[in-house]
């Protein structure tokens, strides 16, 4: 198994440009997440799924959009760029609570580092 | 409101020593998991260990074990036998499981292994 990768490992946008954040999972797994990592600030949830064509929105929403068309896939798409969104992206993946018991946790991907000048 | 605090932000050991770091937590949710996730500069988040908030026993892995006290909403991780490549970010977190598995993380506690 891959896990869970993400691409592309770094970008560097102008503000004002779009762009989509790739995360794939081949373990199956139902629920996926993404999370913005800033100094100092922990990890932030932004949009999570939980199946496919189910997506909600996390603690820090604005500006971004996710769509879950595949169990596999869950983009994320920065819908026009600012500074504020200079951050490291995580995509993490992991099985429904109950599904499998010995699996309670989130499998992270490496990480996406977004540079917004 | 769920929050996850943890109040050293940077902490060192010598090596083959014992170090704690602490966690506390605040939720109003009975369903739960507790975590320690490790960070070391590669930045891929790696599962140190995990807790089931209705068990208490106090969970293991190898070095690592936690001291969970559920009422004091209080999760701290200690390694033994520190290793230099113990040295990362270290993060609490917890999980609730009433919908979407969310994760809420604490800002991270810098631990440095000196040999």
């Known amino acids: 198994n891959a896990g869970v990768t993400q691409t592309p490992k770094f970008q560097v946008l102008k503000t004002g440009q779009s762009m989509t954040l790739q995360c794939a999972q081949d373990?199956?797994?139902?629920?996926m997440s993404w999370y913005r990592q800033d100094p100092g600030m922990g990890l932030r949830l932004i949009h999570y799924s939980v199946g496919a064509g189910i997506t909600d929105q996390g603690e820090v929403p604005n500006g971004y959009n996710v769509s879950r068309s595949t169990t596999e896939d869950f983009p994320l798409r920065l819908l026009s760029a600012a500074p504020s969104q200079t951050s490291v992206y995580f995509c993490a993946s992991s099985y429904r609570i109950g599904g499998e018991a010995t699996k309670e946790t989130q499998y992270f991907g490496p990480g996406t580092r977004l540079l917004v000048l | 409101a769920q929050t996850v605090t943890q109040s050293q932000p940077e902490m060192s050991v010598q090596e083959a020593e014992t170090v704690t770091l602490s966690c506390t937590y605040d939720?109003?949710?009975?369903?739960?998991?507790l975590f320690w996730y490790k960070q070391p500069p590669s930045r891929q988040m790696i599962l140190v260990i995990r807790q089931e908030a209705y068990k208490q026993q106090n969970a293991t892995e190898n070095r690592f074990s936690v001291n969970f006290q559920k009422a004091a909403k209080s999760f701290s991780l200690k390694i033994s036998d520190s290793q230099l490549g113990d040295t990362a970010m270290y993060f609490c977190a917890f999980m609730i499981t009433n919908t979407g598995n969310q994760f809420y993380f604490g800002t991270g506690t810098s631990l440095t292994v000196i040999p």
């Open positions: 939720t109003s949710e009975n369903n739960y998991y």
């Open positions: 373990m199956n797994h139902e629920y």
